[in-house]
């Protein structure tokens, strides 16, 4: 069965430092989706990409966070420099197409902890 | 904007009783609605989903949603819970933007507890 693959599955990381998250989606899905999920509540798109383009970034911190998606397959989420607050879980998702209703598959997602 | 509301953020059921868990959304366009199951340390896996047409949407694992637009609602239930059932549950709102795609907003969740 086909699977989104997200690694690593877990980061420690000092605050100030560099961190990056990479995610595979299924095969095909030409849409992907960063999520970043804090504890005890709901996913928050981060950025959405549709192949190589970047079609929602409106909530991304950008001073801070990046995301790229060079051939339209896999991607990096890189945070540089990392603060407390951005300790959370970090989910990738991709779907089959962008229009509405489409169901999004998660990966398992990579849990950051900034100390 | 849409905004998705999830009243409760424990339930607790006993095995074997009825599960409801309750979803209102807020949107100013006809929406898609989803729900979602996330077990601990795991991404979210899809439910069920309301698009158009049939209003009472079956889903995985026995749940069900109705979808009231008088109400503004999609609450989930399940007849009988089983221990397995015990997971955080999201409901979410999906509709399009101005570039033609698609947006999710995501509730807060509801965290089931199945006590035996």
């Known amino acids: 069965e086909a699977e989104v693959a997200q690694s690593p599955r877990y980061k420690i990381t000092e605050k100030s430092q560099a961190v990056a998250f990479w995610c595979d989606p299924i095969s095909g899905h030409a849409t992907l989706y960063w999520y970043r999920q804090i504890l005890g509540q709901g996913p928050e798109l981060l950025v959405q990409f549709q192949d190589e383009s970047v079609v929602d970034d409106s909530q991304l911190p950008k001073d801070r966070f990046s995301a790229e998606r060079l051939k339209g397959v896999d991607s990096t989420l890189k945070i540089q420099p990392a603060e407390l607050g951005d300790s959370a879980m970090y989910l990738c998702?991709?779907?089959?197409?962008?229009?509405?209703?489409?169901?999004?598959?998660f990966g398992q997602g990579t849990r950051l902890t900034v100390v | 904007a849409q905004s998705v509301t999830q009243l409760g953020s424990h339930v607790s059921v006993s095995e074997g009783a009825l599960v409801l868990l309750r979803c209102n959304y807020s949107?100013?366009?006809?929406?898609?609605l989803f729900w979602y199951v996330q077990y601990p340390n795991q991404g979210l896996q899809l439910l069920l989903k309301?698009?158009?047409?049939?209003?009472l949407v079956k889903g995985i694992n026995g749940f069900e949603a109705e979808f009231k637009k008088s109400e503004t609602s999609f609450h989930l239930t399940k007849p009988s819970a089983h221990m397995s059932d015990a997971a955080e549950y999201f409901c979410a709102v999906s509709v399009s933007n101005s570039g033609g795609y698609q947006k999710v907003t995501f509730g807060i969740g509801t965290k089931l507890q199945v006590i035996p």
């Open positions: 949107s100013s366009v006809p929406p898609y």
């Open positions: 998702a991709s779907s089959p197409g962008q229009g509405i209703g489409t169901e999004a598959f």
């Open positions: 309301y698009t158009t047409g049939a209003t």
